[in-house]
């Protein structure tokens, strides 16, 4: 479907839109299954910034992209903001045209026009956005894509669509078996992972545990390892409480538990640094000296992290047997449906999957050293 076109878009001569902090890995990607982009919910700005990114300029170097999820809801916002963009049905197994406005829509549900209403998700929204996401999955599983860059959702409309899971993450865990999920937010500057997420800050001291930080140190370094081809990481650790606890004056959760279980991962030759007094770890590690900080609490890591790459920042589930990126802001259903939202977040969500998916395939098919 062709949508025609009024002026110039605003943001093609924003090089800040284009990402250009990883590592393009042209001749793995070139061989590599499309990947598979999310809609994210109809009524929040998800199809929005989605237009947009195939709407860049054509020096902006894309790889093969699918949109999972529904043709009402692109052509409605197509038509809306007067984008020139062709939503072209799509099947596996069929070539991908990668040129400026064409999208390749594998469509997962049957919305209609009138039941989109920007900033205002509906049962109907709430059921097509989880389509969206297990189609997705499904595919990875069977090879039809090579990685899952999802768009954001919102937790009321999960629950509203049947699927009772806290979030997209707690969702992708399920679909793909995985026991294990850590959340990293990856920048220019800055990547960060969390030993705990979503929970009360009073929580925090008891969910800490020693065997669970070994596991997180491990993960991090794994990643850092073969996902982002780090060859000998070096992670940070962040104290909980303020100046690392200063010789348990102010808390002995660095003395009890952070730091036996760096010993324990050290031992296992992983290599960590700290625990630093968080008000100084996160300008160093932003300077270069660290590839990684892992962090105790979620606004403990998400308050500099934000600061710095509050546009263009990734979240990535480490833990999944699957490859899986996202956008780091939520679906803004207070602009939707105003062509005012920011797609680069998206950008370099997707040129992060296709780099991991790459670097993860070549390390899968390099020989072993004995």
């Known amino acids: ?59 902006h170097e ?8 529904d043709f009402s809801a692109l052509s409605y916002y197509a038509d809306r903001f007067k984008y020139d963009v062709s939503i072209i049905p799509w099947t596996p197994g069929e070539p991908i045209q990668i040129e400026r406005g064409v999208i390749p829509l594998f469509e997962t549900s049957h919305l209609a026009a009138e039941d989109i209403h920007p900033g205002h998700p509906s049962k109907k929204t709430a059921v097509a956005m989880a389509d969206a996401i297990i189609a997705a999955v499904r595919g990875i599983q069977g090879s039809i894509f090579s990685a899952l860059c999802t768009c954001p959702i919102s937790k009321i409309a999960l629950q509203e669509s049947g699927h009772y899971y806290p979030g997209h993450t707690e969702m992708l865990a399920a679909l793909t078996a ?16 969390l030993a705990t997420i979503h929970c009360a800050l009073a929580q925090v001291p008891e969910l800490l545990q020693e065997e669970s930080l070994c596991a997180l140190f491990s993960t991090t370094h794994q990643s850092l390892k073969i996902d982002f081809d780090i060859a000998a990481p070096r992670i940070a650790v962040a104290a909980l409480n303020p100046h690392a606890g200063e010789g ?28 630093f007094p968080p008000d100084t770890i996160f300008f160093k590690a932003a300077q270069g000296h660290y590839d990684a900080v892992v962090c105790m609490y979620h606004d403990q890591g998400l308050i500099p992290f934000k600061l710095l790459h509050f546009s263009d920042g990734v979240n990535v589930t480490l833990g999944l047997p699957i490859v899986r990126t996202s956008v780091d802001h939520g679906t803004a259903y207070d602009i939707a449906g105003k062509s005012i939202a920011d797609p ?24 072993a050293v004995n």
Not at 256 to 268: D, F, G, L, T, Y
């Open 178 to 193: 995985s026991p294990t999920q850590v959340m990293m937010m990856a920048g220019r500057s800055l990547r960060i992972t």
């Open 248 to 275: 348990g004056m102010f808390g002995r959760e660095e003395e009890q538990i952070i730091i036996p279980a760096m010993k324990k991962a050290k031992n296992k030759g992983i290599n960590l640094h700290g625990p």
């Open 62 to 69: 894309r790889p093969a992209a699918v949109v999972i999820g």
């Open 1 to 59: 479907m062709l949508h025609s076109c009024m002026g110039v878009e605003p943001w093609d001569h924003h090089l800040q839109y284009r990402s250009t902090f990883y590592v393009y890995l042209s001749k793995t990607v070139s061989s590599m299954l499309p990947l598979a982009i999310t809609m994210g919910c109809p009524a929040g700005i998800g199809p929005e910034i989605i237009l947009k990114y195939f709407s860049l300029p054509e020096d």
């Open 344 to 367: 680069a977040s998206l950008v370099a969500a997707v040129e992060l999957a296709t780099t991991i998916a790459g670097n993860r395939a070549r390390h899968k098919s390099a020989p």
